[in-house]
């Protein structure tokens, strides 16, 4: 077969996608292992981070088991369920997004319980959409189940400079001290506030400067989520 001719180019070319298809199957299924290692370790350092606490890929595991004693997994009506999923593998949206498919009242929500300095935190994950795509991140409440002692935020494709502020300490340190019940003990969660938050606004902080659609995100994200585990809350208290 002459090397110029079509049908030689044509089984070249068909070699090569056959030789580079077989090589990319390989990596991914070679590489998977680590890959998954890899999204658990940042998803502790991200947990870690929501209470204060630095951790690095070296040292994220030992520190996650040092300082979260507890993980619970919770139904719908806020009681802890036994079963043979742990809260750290439950996947937070495709439990939000029962409601869609028809399995509402079906939903498990992972709690995690963190011991620090002798004091209880309750570190919850959060999701919610953005302007581009989701949003995710973690809050820690204090003992009395309703002051935020930290947050940690992420988010898939938000614009730089605007939208992925979210993820900057000056953004997040604004939760701290923040409260998601009122006086009265009604949950009224955490609002991102466009054009400012009042100093004395216990439930509101500043949205990140034009990024309203974002900032509108994290509310109804905070929102949404939040409110699954009230009914915990309500019973741990009492």
Known sequence: MHKDSNKATFLFSTGMVVVIAVMLSVAAISLG???????RIEKMENILSAVAIKSDTKNAESLFSQYITEQVVLDNNGEPVAGSIAAFDIDLKKEL???????????????FVCHKEGKSFYVIPVRGKGLWGPIWGYIALEGDMNTVYGVSFGHKSETPG?????????????????K????????VSVKVVKGGASPADLHAVDAVSGATITSSGVTEMFKRTLNNYIPYFK???T
């Open 33 to 39: 292992p680590y890959q998954a290692k890899n999204m």
């Open 162 to 178: 605007l939208g992925a502020e979210i993820e900057t300490g000056k953004f997040q340190q604004q939760f701290i001290g923040e």
């Open 235 to 237: 019973k741990k208290k």
């Open 180 to 187: 998601i019940f009122d006086e009265s003990g009604k949950f």
């Open 97 to 111: 997004d029962k409601a869609k498919t028809g399995e509402a009242g079906k939903e498990l929500f992972p709690l």
